[in-house]
Antibody, heavy 118, light 111 residues
Framework: EVQLVESGGGLVKPGGSLRLSCVGS????????MSWVRQAPGKGLEWVGR??????????DYAAPVKDRFTISRDDSKNTLYLQMNTLKTEDTAMYYC?????????WGQGTLVTVSS | NFMLTQPHSVSESPGKTVTISCTGS????????VQWYQQRPGSAPTTVIY?????PSGVPDRFSGSIDSSSNSASLTISGLKTEDEADYYC??????????FGGGTKLTVL
């Protein structure tokens, strides 16, 4: 069974930093393209960014609102995906989900909540 | 930029059939696959349709997806509605500038 477990969310002040983690199990993490998607309270889904598998180059892409502030990385030896978030803004407050693309199908984690507030 | 537009809400009675539309603008919806995600209240999204019309294992065949190039839209159809189908539904596709593009979501009420 595919499982994705996010952690690292919490309350942070504007301008602060936070690192989220997502541990995958039940699938070949090495071969998966991984993404982060967020959802502000009461709002729709917003793509944050993704990282390809190392086999496919391991490159990253980011949505415009987070580009140059957020960094996605992966440690395949630990089956773990990361989201480093710097210079956080109040509008970054959201539930953050990681997803794994396996054979054209996306699997979702349960999410971790990030609140940016003074 | 490619955008996807969904109706804000739809409602239908149990046992009936409902169709949720997802209209593309700024590009052809047929150029890339469309996915549909279901998000029940308080839960994470799950995939109910991928690659336009494919159902993951475990998703009932009451759920189906289609593409209509003439209207540049995708559709999610749910037949034999059950109260457990009440949820938010999001369509998603791809764009050269943003690898993932989401529709705004449709709230399905089964009453």
């Amino acid at each position: 069974e595919v499982q994705l477990v996010e952690s690292g969310g919490g309350l942070v002040k504007p301008g602060g930093s936070l690192r989220l983690s997502c541990v995958g199990s039940g699938f070949s993490f090495t071969n998966a393209w991984m993404s982060w998607v967020r959802q502000a309270p009461g709002k729709g889904l917003e793509w944050v960014g993704r990282i390809k598998s190392e086999t496919d180059g391991g490159t990253t892409d980011y949505a415009a609102p987070v580009k140059d502030r957020f960094t996605i990385s992966r440690d395949d030896s630990k089956n773990t995906l990361y989201l480093q978030m710097n210079t956080l803004k109040t509008e970054d407050t959201a539930m953050y989900y990681c997803t794994a693309l396996l054979d054209a199908l996306d699997y979702w984690g349960q999410g971790t909540l990030v609140t940016v507030s003074s | 930029n490619f955008m996807l537009t969904q109706p804000h809400s739809v409602s239908e009675s149990p046992g009936k059939t409902v169709t949720i539309s997802c209209t593309g603008s700024g590009g052809s919806i047929a150029s890339n696959y469309v996915q549909w995600y279901q998000q029940r209240p308080g839960s994470a999204p799950t995939t109910v349709i991928y690659d336009d019309d494919q159902r993951p294992s475990g998703v009932p065949d009451r759920f189906s997806g289609s593409i209509d190039s003439s209207s540049n839209s995708a559709s999610l159809t749910i037949s034999g509605l059950k109260t457990e189908d009440e949820a938010d539904y999001y369509c998603q596709s791809y764009d050269t500038n943003n690898p993932w593009v989401f529709g705004g979501g449709t709230k399905l009420t089964v009453l």
